[in-house]
Nanobody
Framework: QVEIVESGGGLVQTGGSLRLSCAASGSIFSINGMGWYRQAPGKQRELVADITRGGSTNYVDSVKGRFTISRDNAKNTVYLQMNSLKPEDTAVYYC????????????????WGQGTQVTVSS
């Protein structure tokens, strides 16, 4: 069993900053890619940023230069530092992790967190 828990969302004014955290726990052998997705009302869920175990990162164009993804492999945790926030960043942010569980390390399963709300006021 693997659990993904996000934290750090909230309400912030335009131009402000927030830092999201996501911790994976449970019977984990290894975590490959980790990422942050978001879903705004009436829109499809989109990838915001992801990071490999080795630290290679990828960002959606709309957040490049404003958001930074990082991870701590020892803590099975991924972070998303969000600066210069805009109203269009308002969404529920979800953490995703590609996990090899201890009892089935030969396969990789994706796990999702419950989501954390980010609201940017204008």
């Amino acid at each position: 069993q693997v659990e993904i828990v996000e934290s750090g969302g909230g309400l912030v004014q335009t131009g402000g900053s927030l830092r999201l955290s996501c911790a994976a726990s449970g019977s984990i052998f290894s975590i490959n890619g980790m990422g942050w997705y978001r879903q705004a009302p009436g829109k499809q869920r989109e990838l915001v940023a992801d990071i490999t175990r080795g630290g290679s990162t990828n960002y959606v164009d709309s957040v490049k230069g404003r958001f930074t993804i990082s991870r701590d492999n020892a803590k099975n945790t991924v972070y998303l530092q969000m600066n210069s926030l805009k109203p269009e960043d308002t969404a529920v942010y979800y953490c995703n992790a590609a996990v090899q569980a201890r009892d089935s390390f030969w396969r990789v399963l994706e796990y999702w967190g419950q989501g954390t709300q980010v609201t940017v006021s204008s």
